[in-house]
């Protein structure tokens, strides 16, 4: 199960405002600190575009919704640590993989792609 613990309002390539919520896995994980060598806890969260008017938005925090967050390789990009201001360069996105029953339904491009 993931829960959604934020949202906010995005604008999409083309100038289109929409709203995106922030997803957070309730399975811990174990990493080591590449700078201290020391384990530490964590949960995995990702974004995900929505339809949602901003009140639907309100309404969905801490709702959970069933499916995993998953670690996805994607193109490089440079990213910046809010805490320490340093660079680096990644290349996976996590991602929300919903369990579902039935058909999916494939609609266009994402709005934030």
């Not at 995005?10 to 929409?18: A, D, I, Q, V």
């Not at 590449?34 to 990702?46: D, I, N, P, V």
């Not at 990009?77 to 660079?87: F, L």
Request: negative net charge; proline residues 3%; aromatic residues 10%.
């Amino acid at each position: 199960m993931v829960n959604v613990i934020a949202f906010q309002k995005r604008k999409s390539l083309e100038g289109r405002e929409y709203f995106a919520i922030q997803l957070q896995s309730d399975e811990i994980e174990f990493n080591v600190s590449e700078t201290t060598g020391r384990h530490y806890a964590t949960l995995k969260r990702c974004w995900m575009s929505t339809t949602f008017d901003e009140a639907t938005c309100k309404m969905m925090i801490g709702k959970q919704m069933p499916g995993t967050i998953i670690k996805q390789e994607c193109e490089p990009y440079s990213y910046v640590n809010e805490d320490t201001g340093e660079e680096v360069m990644i290349n996976f996105r996590n991602t929300f993989v919903p369990i579902e029953s039935g058909e999916r339904k494939i609609v266009g491009e994402a709005l934030d792609a």
